[in-house]
């Protein structure tokens, strides 16, 4: 039995979140924020989420955490077999979290949290998503899926992160830079977002930011 730890705000715990459901993988989730809590790095070495429990021990950040269900649970693929095109998805991911997601996570303060975000952040990271998002429609084919005619864990991953990109963006910017970058999109959130599992991540985060934004 795997254990998730993080919390349902989190786009990077729902991605795992949602291959856990996607490859059948029985497990239970614990609610456990961010922290430098000496008990939580003894299992996570930064304090970040999410991290798993699995038989043999602790693992975490999200995309390890991909590859090694991929691997210990190989029923359910959400990898191509062949070597080419599982390298494209690997490159999909890696340009999409690097080159898009961390760059638009500098405005989540103030488009999620309401903290401020001086102007010329805006401007620099409106910059660099105008070149990812260009960037990332070059590689995404929208088959219907992100890389063609199978659901992998290229959709896994783009799901929820374009979500938040677009509506940061969408809420600083005025302007979703996402469906801008990307055409076609649209259909395709609709068709992720038509999965039974997605709808049950997107239930499980709505009832999260209630909590959330009700404590504050």
Known sequence: MITLYGVAISNYYNKIK????EK????IEEFTPPSQNEDLLQRSPLGKIPFIKTS???LSESQAILEYLEDAFPEHPLYPVDVYE????????QHLELNVELIARRLYGEALFGSSV????????????DTGLKGLAKLLK?????LGDSFSSADI???????????ATQKIYGENL????????????????SRPHAQIVSADRAKALETFFSSK
């Not at 599982?86 to 991911?93: H, T, V």
């Not at 001086?118 to 998503?129: A, F, I, N, W, Y």
């Open 157 to 167: 991953v783009a799901w929820p992160h374009l979500q938040l990109v677009g509506f």
């Open 56 to 58: 043999d021990g602790y």
């Open 18 to 21: 949602f291959a856990l459901m």
């Open 118 to 129: 001086p102007q010329e952040t805006k401007d620099e990271v409106r910059t660099k998503l």
């Open 178 to 193: 996402v469906t801008t970058h990307i055409p076609g999109i649209e259909a395709y959130m609709q068709l992720i977002e």
């Open 24 to 27: 059948d993988i029985a497990f």
């Open 142 to 146: 929208l088959s219907p899926y992100a």
């Open 86 to 93: 599982r390298g494209k998805c690997r490159e999909f991911i």
